[in-house]
């Protein structure tokens, strides 16, 4: 996936709000850019981080600038923007990258199922039986050189786990796909130690036979992809 424009790089100031981030510019100015990422972050947002920029010429957006990457202990480069992961992982099942995923007749994105929810890829053989990937993006590399998701609470990301596992209840194949989209992220993990239920959940459904993929991302400031499997494991961060 190529970005469609060339970044602009600059510093971190804060982020604020959620959605809300000030940078600082090569050439001084500060400008608000949008933050395209509901989570908590954690360790993608540290003091006077370099991070880019995407600029739109819409002007109906009430912000030009959106925050795309940062760079993380001055050597990991991780992309924060929640709305590329679901692209990414679609590019490399169509392209087919993900060996685990491949030969299958139709592919199709938000398919409606479960209570309410959507899933982000729906893969169906030629013989009408269907696999179901819901694609999660994984940012957090904690101190001990792991990685984990979520990066908070999320009952949401629970209430997927079960979905994914009523999917295999009813003959279906289900996925949790984990999207690395973090260089220095080897190994994801569940975390535990954020939250419990849903490292307890993860560990459930894949007892009643949902599947579990992890691949890391490539990434520079003008394209990422979806490159090679890595672990996915069962370590407990320990503080």
């Known amino acids: 996936m190529d970005f469609p424009v060339s970044l602009i790089e600059g510093r971190l100031i804060k982020r604020y709000k959620r959605f809300l981030s000030d940078i600082q510019l090569s050439n001084g100015d500060v400008v608000v850019a949008h933050c395209p990422n509901t989570g908590s972050m954690k360790r993608c947002q540290q003091d006077y981080a370099r991070v880019w920029l995407s600029k739109s ?105 079960y979905e994914l596992a009523d999917m295999v209840a009813e003959g279906h194949r289900a996925v949790m796909f984990f999207c690395v989209s973090h260089t220095g992220i080897n190994s994801v993990s569940p975390a535990g130690h954020i939250d419990k239920k849903y490292a307890d ?19 520079n400031q003008q394209v990422m992809v979806v490159s090679h499997s890595i672990p996915v494991t069962d370590t407990e961060f320990v503080c």
């Open 201 to 219: 959940a993860f560990k459930e459904v894949l007892a009643k036979g949902v599947e579990v993929l992890a691949y890391k991302v490539d990434i």
């Open 57 to 161: 010429d819409n002007p109906k957006r009430k912000l030009g600038y959106t925050w795309e990457l940062v760079e993380i202990d001055g050597e990991h480069l991780a992309c924060i923007n929640t709305g590329y992961p679901n692209k990414l992982v679609g590019e490399a099942i169509a392209n087919g990258v993900i060996s685990e995923l491949n030969g299958y007749a139709a592919q199709k994105a938000e398919v409606k199922y479960g209570q309410n929810s959507r899933i982000d890829w729906l893969l169906t053989h030629e013989d009408g039986r269907k696999c179901y990937v819901e694609v999660k993006n994984v940012t957090l590399l904690e101190e001990d050189g792991n990685g984990y998701f979520p990066d908070a609470v999320t009952e949401r990301g629970r209430k997927h786990l």
